[in-house]
């Protein structure tokens, strides 16, 4: 009896520290952000470390290489996820066709450098424009005619896989019309003429303000990788920030809480799932425009990379923000640790090991409240 | 069976085209059978893997017979499904079908470096499953009497279930599964049994696919498929057992209908490229239409009693005004 109440109060204890927390959190956002993203990346510093020192230590395999691959793919990984985490904790539906959204970004942005020959600056807004459109278009193909006679949300399901594989095969042949070849690269000579996206020239020596931090590097940095991380906090403060401050996010607030009371207080419901579809495809888009200059594009791109998204914000918790970053971190740190080990063969699984057994010891993710819905 | 491919040849349906369309009619009872409990799984296609594999590697490797190497296949995949539908069976709606997704993955993944596994473990180098190029070489047993018996004994076993005490368990617990456990349903027991039920079936349809095409691959029952089979079940409708059928009767039928009313010549004229060599993309590109047109317009399946009884009165309707006035 004595240790089932020392149970109960050491319960009650953890969840006073976490409303406190998530008091916290709520008022402060940037901060509370920042201190996760660096907790994250501490945690990615010492993981593949541990897991990789006592193995072996070649000239391709150290701590420092290691953190800075993590940081890059959980930058990748976050761009795409927090679209995903968005529609998630507004609308609570998994929208699949996610992974087309960021090829059609990609897509718009090769397009629009390489066939219409407009200049690289022009590919970031492009991407990011075209994702968010076709991120309404989306919505209201698959999702809208289905939300309005309430249909069951593995319908919804049903639906944006429909949708996702009719967007990545037209996308095939819009590919072999375009560019008469499935995959393809941004031209490398308009990637390198700016510093940030460079993806085939490595960082020699960081400055910062004209201070040289570190000269002659042990390892090898692309300033894409860079870019990509520092895209992907950007994205998650200023969604944060949207969030938490302004109209429309508290209109969107309401909205998750219930669409019919959001349309009673005189909120345009219709307006708000517009604008969620639009950033979350958005930032979709910007995903794909980055890594599509790092590697490569093609229609296929998005299948990958959409399931372990869907990883990560399980991983999470799919209805908290910061838990899309989070799980990302966790996710990318997995996978380097394994390559690390030598296992790159098994980088795959050890992702859908995590979602699986996730699913099976904590369904509601991380960070995330608990089940309501469950049988 | 002879006359019967004198028959349909004309239509396209040669026999090759015949036999995809009866594994594709036991897919989708596979899938029919959990949807039937109320379970949202996108297993099968794992399950479909497993039974492929099995057969596949006792034909070839041990010399097992046909018929017994098809039994260890559905016995495998049974009980590859039993030991993880108590764990995932605890979730439901959304949260089932990623897990469901995350485990065709992991099997795929496995299945494709199943020998560096065996290798690390026993420390013996052997080609198994062959990695990611397959089994190659595989003889080819399988015939249209296999399927069209198997298929007989499926739907068999459907009809029986629909009139049993366990097919009206199901049912209950897929109007409402709360109320069917207070009615002393045991709810867990049926969901794990019809779980396991449907992983048998699409573990026989893996063996029997294994055996027809002389090679099998990894990457043939990834998500693709999963998707694929819920296609199946998606366009028929689950209101009765002849819906999947009729589903996965189109789906495999479907290469034949693009080629007949000749959608990839319009579509290549319309792009201005040829698109001959890319068939299978204007064949995904449709699938992706039909389910999201399916779910959009006739959730119920195009094989829906009730839809047709209403198209079948409208029409009564039109030719005899009079009944309509007195009704």
């Known amino acids: 009896m004595a240790t089932h109440q020392n149970s109960l109060e050491w319960r009650a204890s953890v969840r006073e520290i976490r409303n406190r927390l998530k008091v916290l959190t709520e008022r402060y956002p940037i901060i509370a952000n920042v201190l996760i993203i660096v907790l994250s990346a501490l945690l990615g510093y010492f993981i593949p470390y541990l897991a990789a020192e006592p193995i072996f230590r070649t000239e391709f395999n150290n701590p420092e290489q290691n953190f800075i691959l993590m940081l890059a793919r959980a930058g990748w990984y976050s761009m795409f996820a927090l679209g995903y985490a968005l529609v998630f904790s507004i609308l609570g539906l998994l929208n699949l066709a996610h992974g087309a959204v960021y090829m059609a970004g990609a897509f718009a942005g090769l397009w629009i450098t390489a066939n219409q020959d407009l200049p690289i600056e022009y590919a970031l807004p492009a991407g990011m424009l075209a994702g968010g459109l076709i991120g309404i278009l989306v919505d209201w193909v698959a999702f809208l005619p289905l939300r309005a006679r309430n249909a069951p949300r593995t319908s919804q399901l049903i639906s944006s896989i429909g949708a996702s594989i009719f967007l990545v095969n037209l996308a095939f042949i819009l590919f072999i019309d375009q560019f008469n070849a499935p995959v393809n690269r941004f031209p490398a000579e308009k990637v390198n003429s700016i510093r940030a996206f460079q993806g085939t020239v490595p960082i020699e020596r960081i400055e910062v303000f004209g201070l040289t931090l570190i000269d002659q590097l042990d390892y090898t940095v692309f300033p894409m990788q860079v870019t990509m991380f520092v895209v992907a906090i950007v994205m998650l403060i200023f969604l944060q920030f949207v969030i938490a401050h302004s109209k429309i996010g508290k209109a969107m607030r309401v909205v998750a809480y219930n669409p019919k009371v959001a349309q009673l207080l005189g909120i345009n419901v219709s307006l708000i799932f517009a604008v969620t579809f639009f950033l979350s495809g958005a930032f979709a888009g910007a995903a794909g425009v980055l890594q599509g200059m790092f590697r490569v594009v093609g229609p296929f791109m998005g299948s990958e990379v959409g399931l372990i998204g869907l990883t990560v914000i399980v991983l999470g918790g799919m209805r908290s923000i910061p838990g899309a970053v989070v799980g990302s971190f966790i996710i990318a740190n997995l996978q380097i640790a394994t390559i690390a080990m030598g296992y790159s063969w098994l980088e795959e699984a050890v992702v859908f090991l995590a979602l699986f057994l996730m699913l099976l010891i904590r369904p509601q993710g991380i960070l995330g409240e608990p089940l309501q819905d469950r049988a | ?327």
């Not at chain 2, 039937?36 to 099995?54: I, K, P």
């Not at chain 2, 039994?71 to 959304?94: K, Y």
């Not at chain 2, 691959?217 to 819920?230: C, H, S």
């Open chain 2, 1 to 327: 069976m002879e006359f019967i491919f004198d028959l349909l040849t004309p239509y396209g349906i040669t026999e090759n085209t015949f036999q995809n369309m009866l594994i594709a009619a036991i897919l989708g009872i596979s899938i029919y059978i959990t949807l039937y409990a109320g379970l949202f799984s996108l297993a099968n296609a794992g399950f479909m893997a497993t039974g492929a594999y099995v057969s596949v590697i006792l034909t070839t490797r041990y010399e097992w017979d046909f018929l017994l190497a098809v039994g260890a296949g559905i016995i495998a995949a049974g009980l590859i499904s039993a030991i993880i539908s108590v764990p995932v069976l605890r979730l439901s709606d959304i949260y089932l079908a990623i897990a469901t997704i995350g485990f065709g993955e992991i099997l795929v993944v496995l299945l494709r470096n199943f020998d560096r596994i065996y290798e690390l473990i026993v420390n013996k180098e052997e080609t198994i499953t062959g990695g990611a190029t397959g089994i190659k070489g595989i003889p080819v047993i399988t015939t249209t009497e296999y399927l069209l018996l198997y298929l007989g004994i499926v739907v068999f076993l459907m009809v029986r279930l629909h009139r049993s005490r366990f097919g009206r368990a199901l049912v209950a617990i897929r109007q409402d599964n709360k109320v069917a456990a207070n009615m002393g349903i045991n709810v867990v027991y049926y969901q794990n049994m019809a779980f396991i039920l449907g992983a048998m079936i699409a573990g026989g349809a893996g063996a029997l696919h294994g055996h027809l095409n002389r090679i099998i691959l990894p990457e043939n029952y990834g998500f693709d498929r999963a998707v694929d089979i819920l296609t199946f079940a998606v366009l028929g409708g689950t209101t009765t057992i002849i819906g999947p059928i009729v589903g996965g009767f189109i789906i495999a039928y479907l290469p034949e209908i693009l080629r007949r009313t000749d959608l990839v010549g319009l579509l290549g004229d319309i792009f201005g490229t040829d698109l001959g060599r890319y068939q299978a993309n204007v064949r995904d590109m449709t699938v992706g239409m039909i389910l999201l047109g399916v779910i959009v317009f006739l959730p119920q399946g195009i094989a829906s009693p009730a839809m047709w009884r209403r198209v079948a009165n409208r029409i009564w309707n039109l030719f005899n005004p009079a009944e309509k006035s007195d009704a």
